[in-house]
């Protein structure tokens, strides 16, 4: 089974109950290839909002992160407060440095129905928190409204 969700070919994996498809390129995550997997697709009423979800996340560049960094920095400093009192590692951004450097953009992107709207979710690697990572999320796929642990 095949179908097409802003302009991508998408195929139905039936086990995972999800559609999937490869993109070549994801500029907001500094142009890696990722598998784009779509769920409760069929479920819902707003199939339009998936495709612009979808079409507006593909269209986002590096400048998107930079209006989340505060949330990123939230995230990195509550981390350090915690491992400072328990004895655990913290990590120290360095002056030519920002914290996305410390940032590994995962190669799954999960596009899902939401309350008010649809959300797209990457699942990715920082280095301040390896047991728990980060997960960041973008309302509509137009900018990130959650960036912490998955």
């Keep these: 089974m095949k179908l097409n969700i802003a302009g991508l070919d998408f195929t139905f994996d039936k086990d995972e109950e999800r559609w999937e498809c490869q993109i070549k390129s994801v500029e907001v995550l500094?142009?890696?290839?990722?598998?784009?997997?779509?769920?409760?697709?069929?479920?819902?009423?707003?199939?339009?909002?998936?495709?612009?979800?979808?079409?507006?996340?593909?269209?986002?560049?590096?400048?998107?992160?930079?209006?989340?960094?505060d949330k990123l920095l939230k995230y990195l400093n509550d981390t350090n407060d915690y491992y400072a009192k328990?004895?655990?590692?913290?990590?120290?951004?360095?002056?030519?440095?920002?914290?996305?450097?410390?940032v590994t953009f995962g190669d799954e992107i999960a596009v899902d129905r939401a309350e008010d709207g649809v959300t797209v979710s990457v699942e990715c690697e920082c280095e301040w928190d390896e047991e728990h990572g980060l997960n960041l999320v973008f309302a509509d796929g137009k900018r990130i409204v959650e960036a912490g642990p998955f």
């Design 30 to 69: 500094g142009g890696i290839s990722a598998n784009l997997y779509v769920y409760e697709y069929e479920e819902t009423d707003n199939r339009d909002d998936f495709s612009k979800a979808i079409s507006s996340f593909l269209k986002l560049d590096k400048f998107a992160l930079k209006d989340a960094e």
């Design 86 to 102: 328990s004895g655990g590692p913290v990590l120290e951004i360095e002056k030519d440095k920002t914290v996305w450097d410390y």
